[in-house]
């Protein structure tokens, strides 16, 4: 019987720092949501549905679950189990994003909601994915990601409140800094 010594349980030596590697651990999943947000900010902006943006973030998302889990799992008919059950996940995350795409559903809703909607299947399928590989980070990518969706519409509902305390704080600034000048 041999002894197997896994590499992630061993202790961070003089040269490595355990931070980098949390953090370098961690910058796939950073990696997608800087994506994501970023296709949300350009999707109100441009108000397009950006439907192959979306699509590709799913392909990525995948490739992430497989990835990061890949490591983890030593044995061959396992990895062959992750590669087959998540890309049938995430083909079936494009099905339903593809349903939305379709012309009698796309009449119904204007290109920034099937933006968000796309966002919220693509934030359901990290999150499922996340439960079915026992990932923790995945989860959370997943409820970030959904949670982004109200966020988006709160600040477009309330987008003349922001503009108007921009304004008042400038303002204050304004005055704050011509009355020290003066003195």
Known sequence: MGLIMRVDNVPAGPGHSGKADSWRRHLPYLLILALALAGVAYANMSQKS???YWELLALISGGV??????G?????QARVRLVWTQ???WIAVLVAMNIMLLSGVQQLLPA?????VLLMLLALGSFLAGL????????????VLALTVPAVSWVKQSMLFV???GAFVVGIGITFWSSRKEK
């Open 50 to 52: 950006l439907a192959g």
């Open 65 to 70: 679950c497989i990835f990061t889990e890949w």
């Open 72 to 76: 983890k799992i030593e044995d061959k």
């Open 87 to 89: 890309a049938i996940h």
């Open 112 to 116: 920034p909601a099937t933006s968000l």
């Open 132 to 143: 079915n590989l026992a990932s923790l980070e995945l989860c959370f990518l997943g409820l």
């Open 163 to 165: 503009i108007l305390a």
